[in-house]
């Protein structure tokens, strides 16, 4: 027998609304599912957005006040999707009520909001997921598994970048993300986590690093009246200044005693959504980037080493993809990552289990962003320590 989730998300814009049809959708997919999702409430500040949510998402209830949500009786999930620096307040305020928390990353904008908002749903005893959702690709499960299976041999080096132009228009607006007291940091928040995070699911925890950053496009027009980071200004509007980072890089040296190193940058020209990894064994290599998301290119040396690589396409084969589509080599796209996200998550819920990534991974990212943060400060290699507080 299915349980009921009811469902209520805070924040309205595009990832609130990705998760809620990332919900709406999962039944026709996942037949065989434990969960019954319930589209309860929402909050959102702009009206056009609640009457939407009401409108053509099914929602019983929108309110502009996010408090309704998180003390809304049949509310059994928040799904917090609101700007970074609100994220604390908001999964505290659910945990303190007794709501399961699904918070877009970051959980924090910095690692002590991350490490606050863990240890409260840990001791309200709430089940909590992050969304690292580049996890559930169906090839990046794929490469998972071969490097479990030792395909490639034993992991020598690892190299994850996310590289992408959302900030390389110099007259992009000062929208919240390139403020440090709204969004936190930079790209070591906002990006550089996925392409972390997707090591860690890989190959293992990091240890010990030294990183550096920069801020390339220091002054933006100042937005008039509201906008994001897609909106554009004009040569000669009123500027602001840029408060945190465009790029980070680190070398990095992982438990199991591989070699990394990782990138991220908003304000390069030339790569649009560049996360992707490569991974070097002693047997072969795995490679594979997001912008080419239903492929992997995977070189395992056999009789001599000079083999190549073999592109392998996304298919039914491999997990949950064919949940959205028969045969192989019929993509999928980034909102079906969302849609196998989301169903994990409540998959988890329904049975009362911890779920991975939850707030636990979130924290495991920002005791490597602290040493990098450290590191930028005093040039120097810096441990990674566990952030968990009791």
Known sequence: MSTRIGIGVIGFGWMGQAHSRGCRRAPSYFPDRAYEP???????TVAERRDDAVRSFGFR???????????????DVVFV????????????AAAANGKHIFCEKPVGGTPPQTVEAERAARHAGVITGVGYNYRWAPLVQYARQLIADGVIGEVTNYYGRFFSMYGSDPLGLLSWRFLVDQAGHGVSTDILSHSVDLAHSLIGPIVKLVGTGETFIRERPLPKGGGTHYDRGAPGDPTGAVTNEDYVGMMCVFENGARGTFEACRSMVGPESQNMFEVYGTKGCIRWNFEKMNELQVYVAADHAHTGFTTVYGGDRFPHHGRFVPGSANGIGFEDLICIEDHEFLESVAAGRQHRP?????????????????SWADGAWHDVLD????
């Open 38 to 44: 319930e589209m309860v409430i929402v909050s959102d």
């Open 61 to 75: 209830e929108a309110t502009a006040d996010w408090h309704d949500v998180v003390t809304h009786p049949d509310v």
């Open 358 to 374: 939850g707030f636990a991974e979130a924290v495991q990212f920002v005791s490597v962003q602290q040493a990098f943060l450290d």
């Open 387 to 390: 952030l968990t507080e009791e």
């Open 81 to 92: 999707t609101a700007p970074n620096m609100l994220h604390v307040e908001m999964a505290v």
